[in-house]
């Protein structure tokens, strides 16, 4: 994985920790973060349909240079598409605008349960695995109770659940199921946008304690927690100091510092927020 840790999921496929993150990029912008991030190293992308920006995402892994088979790419279903005949059609329609012949992770974006179809949608996931179409399945925003839905009515787990998660809102039970079935924490919006995070003076004395950024250390806060972020840059030079954040290491003391804020979410609720 190109000197960057990787986690192993619990499909045997591998994973790197940290990734590439696009929304909310257009297919311009997309396609020149995209070649530069796999430029500097990286080897996740996370884009999805509802991004639009897949195809920007698609030319600038085919202008990179790098071989295909380096490069995770994940994209994800719209809440529009959920049911099992509209997923398999929804897959399509992702892969013809990547350019790709397979993706190597596959998300429902948002468990929308007020439809009711996500098992559906799951089902159809599974399907597009086993046909080599996809190399790993997982979801995004669900709960532990969506979850274990999925494994009653198909015997199968989410590799990953990709969730909102970052220092005001840790989502500790969550993760704590996570940990228990074996499915990979990916955090969304890990430097909280839209928030103080970055500009946090706790945040700050840790990363002049250590000569790094503000974004790097609520980046090594998440691999030290053994989530995967996610995050958003079409800069260069953030790009890479994103990147390096696997040579140094925050002590308890630290850890306890970046995540001493009452909990909030920044983002939807799973349980009522529905995305089409």
């Known amino acids: 994985m190109n000197g960057i840790p ?10 790197p920790a940290i990734g590439l993150g696009t929304w909310p ?36 892994i085919a202008g990179s240079g790098v071989p295909r088979e380096e490069v995770v790419v ?34 429902i974006h948002w468990p929308n349960p ?5 098992v559906d949608s799951w089902k159809a996931m599974i399907r ?20 274990t839905r999925l494994e009653k009515e198909t015997g199968v787990l989410p590799s990953v659940n990709q969730i909102e998660l970052h220092p005001l809102f840790p989502q500790e039970e969550l993760r704590g199921f996570h940990a228990d079935q074996g ?8 430097l909280g946008r ?15 304690a250590h000569g790094v950024t503000p974004a790097q250390v609520l980046l090594r806060w998440h691999v030290q927690l053994g989530a995967l972020p996610v995050p958003k840059s079409a800069d260069p030079g953030r790009q890479r100091a994103n990147l390096d954040v696997f040579g140094f290491e ?27």
Not at 194 to 208: H, K, N
């Open 194 to 208: 839209g928030s103080d995070l970055l500009d946090d003076p706790a945040v700050a004395r840790i990363a002049e």
């Open 74 to 107: 994940t994209t994800k279903l719209p809440g529009r598409h959920h049911g099992y005949e509209e997923t398999l059609a929804s897959f399509e329609e992702s892969r013809r605008r990547l350019g790709l012949e397979y993706v190597d992770l596959f998300l």
């Open 6 to 15: 990787a986690y192993t999921l619990n499909d045997g496929t591998t994973i």
């Open 114 to 118: 007020r439809v009711g179809r996500y």
């Open 25 to 60: 990029l257009d297919d311009t912008a997309a396609e020149q973060a995209v070649r530069s991030a796999l430029g500097l190293g990286y080897r996740l992308v996370d884009t999805a349909a509802n991004y639009r920006n897949e195809t920007g995402v698609g030319r600038g």
């Open 128 to 147: 597009l695995r086993e046909d080599g179409l996809v190399r790993s399945i997982g979801v995004s925003n669900f709960t532990p109770e969506h979850i």
């Open 250 to 276: 925050l002590d308890s003391d630290q850890l306890a510092a970046i995540a001493h804020r009452a909990p909030r979410r920044l983002g939807g609720d799973p349980e009522r927020h529905e995305e089409f």
């Open 183 to 190: 499915i990979v924490t990916e955090s969304w919006s890990p």
